[in-house]
């Protein structure tokens, strides 16, 4: 089964039915490397719910456009609507429709006020430079690498991945602050085939305060129902110029 790994939260688990084997390979960076490079040549999109504690499910559109050189992530709900520009090689960028690229710190606003992020939505740690194996764990009844990366200047200091080891896809992070304390934890519960390809049919997002256990229905997530593997779409579309701060 070949893993199809696009720079997005959502895509990074699609995988076709059949993966070629590997030989079990414990640099880290190599690891991170796989789950990066499998990543699709067409363009498709989703249909998502998001659940936000007891709140009405919101419906969400994806949309992504595949390049050699990128993939361009679209969410869009409503009247809102962001766009992850994410390089084959390099950090992504952030926009939002009407308030162009965010920075700093607004990367970590909250997407229609769930617990998923901007910043979390494109994974940029799987490209942070410095990553460590940590050795191998089960993850729901998977067997994964498990790493460790860290950065200087990012909103987390440091994030545990375990990557399933026959698909090099990321099951499930934690993010740590430099204190150590646990402050986000993502998660793939399910998944659905969708014509040649398997999805994450359920992904999940906690943020977790500082000595609180979280109830379960204080997370948030996303579940994907629908999808188009066969498509083509406008790049236009997908401009930074679509996301201009509104003056």
Same mark, same amino acid.
């Given at each position: %089964? /070949? %893993?199809l790994s696009v720079i997005a939260l959502v895509s990074l688990f699609a995988f076709r039915a059949r993966a070629d084997v590997v030989t079990t390979n414990q640099d880290? @960076? &190599? #690891?991170? &490397?796989?789950v990066l490079a499998n990543r699709p040549s067409r363009d498709f999109s989703l249909k998502a719910r998001l659940f936000v504690g007891h709140a009405d499910a919101v419906p969400v559109d994806i949309l992504m456009k595949n390049t050699a050189d990128e993939t361009r992530t679209i969410y869009r709900a409503g009247q809102t609507a962001a766009l992850i520009v994410q390089p084959v090689h390099g950090a992504p960028t952030f926009y939002v429709r009407g =308030?162009? =690229?965010? *920075?700093? *710190? $607004? @990367?970590t606003k909250k997407f229609l006020g769930s617990d998923f992020t901007y910043y979390d939505l494109g994974l940029p740690f799987l490209h942070w430079p410095t990553a =460590?194996?940590?050795g191998e764990e089960r993850v729901r009844g998977r067997d994964c690498y498990a790493i460790e990366s860290t950065a200087d200047g990012e909103p987390y200091a440091r994030v545990k991945m375990? #990557?399933?080891k026959e698909f090099f896809a990321l099951l499930k992070a934690e993010a740590f602050d430099a204190k150590g304390t646990l402050l986000r934890r993502f998660a793939? *519960?399910?998944? /659905? /085939? #969708?014509?040649d390809f398997w999805i994450p049919r359920g992904? $999940? $997002? &906690?943020e977790l305060l500082p000595g609180q256990a979280l109830p379960s229905e204080e997370k948030s997530r996303l579940e994907i129902y629908e999808g188009n593997y066969d498509t083509t779409l406008p790049a236009e579309e997908f401009s930074r110029d679509q996301y201009k701060q509104q003056k």
């Open positions: %089964m /070949k %893993m880290a @960076r &190599a #690891i991170l &490397a796989r =308030q162009g =690229q965010l *920075t700093g *710190t $607004e @990367r =460590q194996f940590l375990w #990557i399933d793939v *519960t399910s998944f /659905k /085939k #969708i014509g992904l $999940e $997002e &906690a």
